[in-house]
């Protein structure tokens, strides 16, 4: 098997479902519980250890106890996925992964081309836009001021850092190879440029299974042609057929991509409805708030209507929110764990009251705690409905079908797709 170790759950899937596209199968757990395998053993097995908004000695600790329940259960590959924009603790994470295999040396590629992701002589670009000047410049947790590579991971790291050139990969993967073994007895991480697929490619092909990988889930796509083809067979989907009740998309994030396609499902017929986050950091018992929110919700739902309910995504209302927080003692980061929690008590109330088993979220944080609010233990990856974004159905007595995507992913029209998707008998 191949262990993989992600800071979030989106970002799990996101790995999960790029391996998936190559032929294997992928399954998706918390770091923290038995790996029980229920549908057999995968080919690739994702720990999340929700860890990109811990501080980073947590995070290096839950990243090592994770690698090493990877290696108890016989994996034999290890990639360690990190946000495609190397938000969060991404040098803590790579050590306590290197740390705890005892090795000394592993290959970082961020880069995403699908999804407008590039690494180009060590600078990362957003859709054309460098880093530091892309909408991640103002993250409300993580902002991004910097867009060279090796300068953000050597802040975060007493390891040494160095970078390749795409011109160094556009030569081939031997040409890289060689290359990669001289570099490695000078440092300790080296961030490789990639530009487009080709690149990819060749790193999977230049890299295959010599060293610990990290860096975003693109790569998973290109490995399984270069170590091999998956065993284990086709599936067929386990969850019970949709039956006419509305779906429920709940979007926590405050990305542009999840704001615009959160207006298009709407302009094509969903029903919106706002999580006032002023509101419920105003009251001391937000619990009838939520309640009355999810009332709205579910007779709407029951009405065979689909649903987007989101939080306060406007600058005015987003700084209200914080402000409020800090008068309550709040950090940024307990802001949005709050937030997070709260979406999930309406997701569970509105599932719950409908027997709705197919749903969509938007935003790591939230996904994360819809989660744990739900009791998902475990997940398969499913179907790919746009780049690094899969449906997933639960590995459990009765599964649940749903789609988990990141804040920052997807077209435009990605929510019109998702449910299209989740209301198909197959979800194919």
Known sequence: MIGVVADDITGANDVGVMFTAGGYTADVYSYDLPLTFPLGRPDVVVLDTDSRLDDP????????????????????????????????????????????????????????????????GGIHYVRGVELAKSEFRND????????????????QTRRQVDFVDHRVVSEGPEFLRQHIERARTRCNYLVIDVVDQNSLKTIAEAVGDRYLIGGSSAL???????????????????????????????????MPQTRAQVEMAVDRGALAFELDTVRLM????????LAKLSESIVKEMQAGRDVVVHTSSEPEAVA??????????????????????????????????????????????????????????GMRVWREIQA?????????????????????FGQPDFFIQAIEHLKAPDAN
Not at 143 to 154: A, D, F, G, H, Q
Not at 283 to 289: I, R, T, V
Not at 397 to 403: D, I, N, Q, S
């Open 57 to 120: 000695a947590t995070a290096y600790r839950k990243v090592r106890e994770a690698t090493r329940k990877l290696i108890d259960a016989g994996c034999t590959l290890f990639y360690k996925k990190t946000c495609s924009v190397l938000r969060g603790n991404v040098g803590p994470e790579l050590d306590g992964m290197l740390d705890e295999l005892g090795q000394d040396f592993a290959i970082v590629a961020a880069g995403f081309p699908k999804n407008g992701r590039q690494t180009i």
């Open 282 to 289: 105003e009251s001391d018992d937000s619990s009838f708030l």
């Open 140 to 155: 409300p947790v993580h902002p991004m001021r910097e867009s060279n590579l090796v300068k953000i991971l050597t802040a």
């Open 320 to 377: 209200v929110t914080k402000k409020l927080g800090t008068a309550r003692g709040l950090s940024n980061t307990a802001v949005s764990r709050l937030v997070s929690e709260s979406m999930a008590q309406v997701v569970k109330a509105c599932l719950e009251a409908t027997g709705q088993r197919r749903f969509l979220i938007a935003g790591g944080d939230t996904s994360a705690a819809v989660c744990a609010e739900l009791g998902i233990k």
């Open 220 to 254: 998973g796509e290109e490995l399984p042609s270069v170590l091999g083809p998956s065993s284990l067979g086709s599936h067929s989907l386990p969850v019970a057929p949709y039956d006419g009740t509305g779906i429920l998309c709940a979007a926590g994030s405050l």
């Open 388 to 408: 690094g974004v899969p449906s997933c159905y639960s590995l459990d007595g009765e599964p649940r079908l749903f789609v988990l995507k990141s804040g920052s």
